[in-house]
């Protein structure tokens, strides 16, 4: 069976009660609907996880640490176990284990580190070849706009940003969003589509 996997990256503190506000309109419209929420663990306090973590249709998953380009790509195994620890202790267990480079930069330390902590990985179709076949993992098909059907997985995509970076901004694009729930389909978290 078909389902509906909503992921949004960089949910942090200056844009968290705009992107929970619109999150809440849609779970109105659909009390079905479940999203993973991609936060930025060093841009995001406990404030603004504790109003996620308040609502249990919201995953949240790890975006890198603060979202700084190429923060990933410098990574050792030994750095990246670092980071993943300190993410965990930081939010006391708020975050699902799973971990979204940004900007999709990310290096063969970080995924060694993934599999070793017992990590998924959320990854792009561009980093297919890099990923350790061992490695859980929920790669976003070549197409991954908002309900494009991913080609391997049965699984209807709608990746996109909390804020507008890449023409996939939640308010920009709010419509497509909620128009997901036409289809029928039951979502899903990230964590429940990993291979």
Not at 69 to 93: F, N
Not at 143 to 166: E, T
């Amino acid at each position: 069976m078909k389902r509906i996997v909503v992921d949004l990256d960089d949910y942090a503190d200056d844009n968290a009660t705009r992107t929970l506000g619109l999150l809440d309109r849609l779970h109105e419209h659909e009390p079905g609907f479940r999203a993973t929420l991609f936060v930025i663990p060093g841009r995001c306090g406990s404030d603004a996880l504790a109003q996620a973590g308040e609502r249990p249709w919201l995953q949240l998953a790890a975006h890198g640490w603060d979202h700084r380009p190429a923060e990933c790509i410098a990574w050792d195994q030994e750095r990246a176990t670092d980071i993943l620890r300190k993410i965990e202790c930081t939010a006391d267990g708020a975050y699902a284990r799973v971990f979204k480079a940004p900007f999709w930069q990310t290096s063969p330390g970080l995924y060694a580190a993934l599999m070793a902590e017992g990590w998924a990985v959320a990854d792009h179709p561009s980093n297919l070849a890099m990923i350790p076949v061992r490695l859980r993992s929920y790669v976003l098909g070549p197409r991954h706009g908002i309900g494009d059907a991913h080609p391997m997985l049965a699984v209807v995509q709608a990746h996109g940003h909390v804020d507008n970076v890449c023409g996939n901004g939640l308010a920009e694009c709010f419509e497509a969003f909620d128009a997901l729930r036409l289809r029928k389909l039951p979502y899903a978290y990230v964590t429940e589509v990993v291979t």
